[in-house]
C-alpha cells in the first residue's frame, strides 16, 4: 500500500475545496458516509458471490475518491468496477478481487486519516464561538450582580 504522503494529490483536494467553499466540510463527510457505504456493498456482494452488485459500489468509490483526489483509492476501486464488468461478460465470479477488496478497505481508511489531519483546523474554525457553545463558559452573563 502506499505511504500517506502518495495517498491524495493534494491539488485536486484543494481545488476541490475551494470550488466548494464553506460546504467542503460537509461534503467530505458525505464522502465518508457513501464510502462506508460503498466499502460495504462491496464486501456485501463478495460474500454473495454476486459480481453485478460489485460494479456501482465501486463507480461510485472511484468517481468520489477522484473528485477529492484521492487517485490510489480511486485506481483500486476502478480494477474492482472494470474486473467486475468483465466477469459479469464472461459470466464467472471475479475471485482474483479478494485482496483488492482488502486493500481497498485499508487504502479507505488512510486517506479518511489524511482527509481529517487536512480539514481539522478548517472544522476547528467552522466551530460556532460563544453564544450557544458548549465550550464558553461565562457564568455571569444573563445575571444580575449582586453587590
Given at each position: ?53 460489485l460494479i456501482i459500489p465501486a463507480h461510485t468509490l472511484k468517481g468520489e475518491s ?29 475471485d482474483e478481487l479478494i485482496p483488492d477488496v482488502v486493500n481497498l478497505k485499508e ?29 464558553v463558559h461565562n457564568s455571569s452573563f444573563g445575571r444580575a450582580s449582586r453587590g
Amino acid at each position: 500500500m502506499a505511504q500517506q504522503a502518495d495517498i491524495v494529490d493534494w491539488r485536486y483536494f484543494e481545488e476541490t475545496r475551494a470550488q466548494l467553499g464553506p460546504g467542503f466540510v460537509k461534503i467530505l463527510g458525505y464522502f465518508r458516509e457513501d464510502g462506508i457505504k460503498s466499502l460495504e456493498k462491496i464486501e456485501a456482494a463478495m460474500h454473495a458471490h454476486d459480481t453485478v452488485a460489485l460494479i456501482i459500489p465501486a463507480h461510485t468509490l472511484k468517481g468520489e475518491s477522484r473528485q477529492f483526489g484521492a487517485e490510489p483509492l480511486a485506481e483500486v476501486a476502478e480494477r474492482i468496477e472494470v474486473a467486475a464488468r468483465s466477469c459479469v461478460e464472461e459470466g464467472r465470479f471475479p475471485d482474483e478481487l479478494i485482496p483488492d477488496v482488502v486493500n481497498l478497505k485499508e487504502l479507505f481508511h488512510v486517506t479518511l486519516e489524511a482527509f481529517d489531519e487536512a480539514v481539522s483546523p478548517l472544522m476547528k474554525r467552522q466551530r460556532p464561538q460563544g453564544f450557544g457553545n458548549a465550550d464558553v463558559h461565562n457564568s455571569s452573563f444573563g445575571r444580575a450582580s449582586r453587590g
